[in-house]
């Protein structure tokens, strides 16, 4: 279900473009030393050609682990970032995922408005457990969406 917010532009991010986006996620304070390796799928974002965020995915079989959400911060709380997960689920849904998993910290309830839920870290498929991201943020709040 496509939810109403500003229209957005995704597009794959280039290999070249993933240094803008580590300098993103630093000043987000969230995880960038992994964004180099295969696996991860990122997009840049854009509403009227302007950039306004970028988001990734990692696809383990029929589980995906959405990560690297971020609105920049001029452009926060104006609906971008449910536009975004709305687009990366669907294209977690169009790569065979049915569960959607992802990391936060203090962005719980900005999930939980998207239908994610709790999610207890025992429960958690094997495969998405192990990406770099468990490994690093074992203190975050663990969630999970079927799609």
């Known amino acids: 279900m496509q939810r109403s917010g500003p229209p957005l532009f995704a597009q794959p991010l280039a290999t070249w473009e993933r240094d803008g986006l580590k300098a993103t996620l630093a000043r987000a304070g969230l995880p960038a030393d992994d964004l180099d390796h295969d696996g991860p799928l990122f997009w840049r ?20 682990l959405l990560r690297s959400l971020v609105t920049l911060p001029p452009l926060r709380l104006q609906g ?12 977690a849904r169009a790569r065979g995922a049915r569960a959607i998993y992802l990391l936060t910290g203090d962005s719980a309830a900005f999930f939980e408005k998207l239908g994610y839920a709790p999610c207890v870290r025992e429960r958690v498929p094997a495969a998405i457990a ?17 799609v």
């Open 45 to 64: 974002f854009e509403r009227d050609d302007v950039p306004v965020g970028f988001a990734g995915i990692e696809v383990h079989g029929t589980d995906a």
């Open 130 to 146: 192990a990406t770099a991201p468990f490994a690093r943020l074992a203190s975050a709040t663990v969630m999970m969406k079927q």
């Open 80 to 91: 971008i970032g449910g536009a975004m997960v709305d687009k990366m689920e669907t294209e």
